[in-house]
């Protein structure tokens, strides 16, 4: 492992000198980033990988209608998966705070809010879709097919969610502290746990019974649950950047800094996943094969997408330790030199893929392999906003300014809306509240979705990358100093 580890170093030392040598980034905060970056990168690329895996494998297993059943399933997973993403988002940043601050103490007492919120917002969330599933997904598709496939997921695998909420937050405190090579050797060793779970259980595989869909969710559902106790037993121990004190107490002046972070945040995932949700509706009444096709596209790309996951947590880390040591110029070239890097690298990959489209259509046993295609393109031309949104976000973060993410989102999103809309038959008329009926449709099919996609990650880009450039997240770090 130790051989790996100095090959793998000695590999991202030449990658960065190489783009040094380009003039593309800073040697020394290129590779302070892709140091971040690099152990969350694999983590999501292992992630990336098991999503893949389980679509490969129920598409192949059941067809078009069951990837459709995943995905729309999924969805509500990804309002629990947001909200996690947005608490260990405020705790990245004030434990990446307080340790440049030298505040040890009171950033392990930060980890032990984060648990508490963690529960307070899975627990309700997975007693809510184990009890509507079916009703659930209903509202997104009238295929009683995809209904039938998507709540058996849903139900079963929302039991993940608060285990999965806290290992997002334990190991974006030990991000925060500098350390995102313990969450990638939990990772490497549950995620691939994962697939092989997942692969048993879907098709049946020795003595176990051919689960099919459930199958996919009960493999996720145990390999979240190794990984939470992996990450609780390795936060008590004491013998990491960051610990869970083993008798925590409340502290009203962290939980509120953190939900301070939160906020913008989880309303941002909100809003994402919340119109997600109608993006899906119209996208199912376009045809459910178009719902296939699009999960299949997105889960593809993300491959390229995904190193944007590592340099935004390289950003809030870098970005929040030069805060807490008061050297806003070193914050602010650690941003720029992070999305530079995060860029360059994602196009690179985005390429590869765009190029490889048909083969890896044909992967999933899929009925429609041009409508895959078409998704795969249309999300590989998204790659580079996607990686300044995120990338920027993440900068903006780590000083404690979410609430410019947020806007752009709220644009973002109002815009997808609007131009996915056009997609439906011209003339469709829905009712809407105050507005009374109106004429939604224009008859545009998919070109219209997919301008839709380019149309909402440019413009978050926009905003983000506007945020940063003007300077003003220095006046809110400043405003958010956490002072003892």
């Not at 994402?272 to 299949?296: D, H, K, N, W």
């Not at 109106?438 to 880009?461: F, N, S």
Request: net charge positive; glycine share 10%.
């Amino acid at each position: 492992m130790a051989g790996i580890r100095s090959i793998a170093r000695r590999v991202g030392h030449a990658y960065v000198a190489a783009l040094a040598w380009l003039g593309l980034v800073d040697r020394t905060d290129g590779e302070a980033a892709l140091a971040l970056a690099a152990p969350v990168m694999v983590t999501g690329g292992l992630r990336v990988l098991l999503r893949v895996a389980d679509f490969a494998m129920v598409g192949w297993a059941l067809g078009d209608a069951a990837i459709a059943g995943l995905e729309l399933g999924f969805q509500y997973y990804f309002v629990g998966f947001g909200l996690s993403l947005a608490i260990s988002s405020g705790t990245i940043s004030v434990v990446s705070r307080l340790h440049g601050a030298g505040e040890y103490d009171r950033a392990n007492r930060a980890v032990a809010q984060s648990l508490w919120l963690a529960v307070a917002i899975g627990l309700p969330l997975t007693v809510l879709a184990w009890l509507r599933a079916p009703e659930l997904v209903g509202l997104l598709t009238p295929d009683p097919d995809v209904v039938r496939y998507g709540s058996t997921y849903l139900a079963i695998v929302m039991l993940a969610m608060v285990p999965r909420f806290w290992s997002m937050v334990a190991a974006r405190a030990l991000a925060g502290g500098g350390d995102t090579v313990t969450p990638m050797a939990v990772r490497t060793i549950t995620l691939p746990t994962n697939v092989v779970l997942n692969a048993v259980l879907i098709f049946g595989l020795g003595p176990a019974p051919r689960l099919g869909v459930a199958g996919a969710a009960i493999g996720t559902v145990i390999a979240n649950a190794i990984a939470a106790g992996a990450f609780l037993g390795l936060l008590l121990s004491g013998r990491f950047v960051v610990a869970l004190p083993r008798r925590p107490t409340v502290d009203p002046a962290l939980i509120v800094e953190i939900v301070r972070v939160a906020l913008p945040l989880a309303g941002m995932r909100l809003l994402q996943t919340g119109a997600r949700f109608p993006f899906l509706a119209i996208l199912g009444l376009v045809s459910t094969p178009a719902v296939a096709a699009y999960a299949v596209g997105r889960r593809v790309v993300m491959l390229a997408m995904m190193p944007a996951w590592g340099f935004a947590t390289a950003s809030s880390t870098l970005v929040g330790q030069r805060l807490g040591g008061e050297d806003p110029d070193g914050a602010r070239s650690a941003g720029w030199q992070t999305a530079r890097i995060a860029l360059v690298t994602q196009v690179g990959v985005a390429i590869v893929i765009v190029a490889a489209a048909r083969p890896i259509a044909h992967l999933f046993g899929t009925a429609h392999p041009d409508l895959v295609v078409a998704f795969v393109r249309t999300f590989g031309v998204i790659v580079a906003s996607f990686s300044l949104s995120r990338t920027m976000r993440g900068a903006l973060r780590g000083a404690g300014d979410t609430r410019w993410p947020l806007y752009g989102t709220v644009l973002g999103s109002t815009v997808r809306l609007a131009i996915a809309a056009l997609a439906l038959p011209a003339g469709l008329a829905v009712a809407l509240p105050a507005l009374g009926t109106v004429t939604i449709g224009a008859g545009l099919g998919l070109p219209a979705i997919y301008t839709a996609l380019v149309a909402d990650y440019a413009l978050k880009a926009a905003v983000n990358t506007y945020r940063f450039h003007s300077g003003r997240w220095r006046a809110v770090a400043n405003a958010a100093r956490l002072d003892s």
